[in-house]
T-cell receptor, first 112, second 113 residues
Framework: GEDVEQSLFLSVREGDSSVINCTYT??????LYWYKQEPGAGLQLLTY?????DMKQDQRLTVLLNKKDKHLSLRIADTQTGDSAIYFC????????????FGTGTQLKVEL | DVKVTQSSRYLVKRTGEKVFLECVQD?????MFWYRQDPGLGLRLIYF???????EKGDIPEGYSVSREKKERFSLILESASTNQTSMYLC????????????FGPGTRLTVT
């Protein structure tokens, strides 16, 4: 089956950039997503990228997709304490209907 | 705003009890999902439903069942709770075709003692 992997923890200083990485195994992925989970809350969609794109920018967020290496990254510029959360990448496979496969999640800690 | 609500934020049950987790969405979404979230394992899909009375197994359906009698409500049932079902349970919903937007409830932290 599909497998989506992320590193478990990332710690950055406030004001620095954060880069959260994700690797996936399913080459038929059509959409890839980043979700954010704040403490005590459900997941919220941050951004997504279609598989025929290399990059997508949305304010402080930049998503890079390397389809050849099946690698997805999320860069957060000027990281703030409010960005502290768990970040999940997820993929939707072609023909997978409305199901998503989620990664293991990366806990981002922003230090002053 | 889409709202997905779950019946309880915290629940403590004993081993062997039958447990019902309820999820309600108010945006007429066809698709609803139940996940469990465990540290280091991320979200794993238990069951999903793409229409009333329809259900499909996800990746880890063992020990669980579901019910979808009305479009807005999707219930997860633990027939006989066990300690390894202690977890955070998340419900989500989405419109058909808009798989890029799964809306999540706040989660139910279930502890089975």
């Amino acid at each position: 089956g599909e497998d989506v992997e992320q590193s478990l923890f990332l710690s950055v200083r406030e004001g620095d950039s954060s880069v959260i990485n994700c690797t996936y195994t399913d080459s038929s992925s059509t959409y890839l997503y980043w979700y954010k989970q704040e403490p005590g809350a459900g997941l919220q969609l941050l951004t997504y990228i279609f598989s025929n794109m290399d990059m997508k920018q949305d304010q402080r967020l930049t998503v890079l997709l390397n389809k050849k290496d099946k690698h997805l990254s999320l860069r957060i510029a000027d990281t703030q304490t409010g960005d502290s959360a768990i970040y999940f990448c997820a993929e939707r496979e072609e023909g997978g209907g409305n199901k998503l496969t989620f990664g293991t999640g990366t806990q981002l800690k922003v230090e002053l | 705003d889409v709202k997905v609500t779950q019946s309880s934020r915290y629940l403590v049950k004993r081993t062997g009890e039958k447990v019902f987790l309820e999820c309600v969405q108010d945006m007429d979404h066809e698709n609803m999902f139940w996940y469990r979230q465990d540290p280091g394992l991320g979200l794993r899909l238990i069951y999903f439903s793409y229409d009333v009375k329809m259900k499909e197994k996800g990746d880890i359906p063992e020990g669980y069942s579901v019910s979808r009698e009305k479009k807005e409500r999707f219930s997860l049932i633990l027939e006989s709770a066990s300690t390894n079902q202690t977890s955070m349970y998340l419900c989500a919903s989405t419109l058909t075709g808009r798989a890029y937007e799964q809306y999540f409830g706040p989660g139910t932290r279930l502890t089975v003692t």
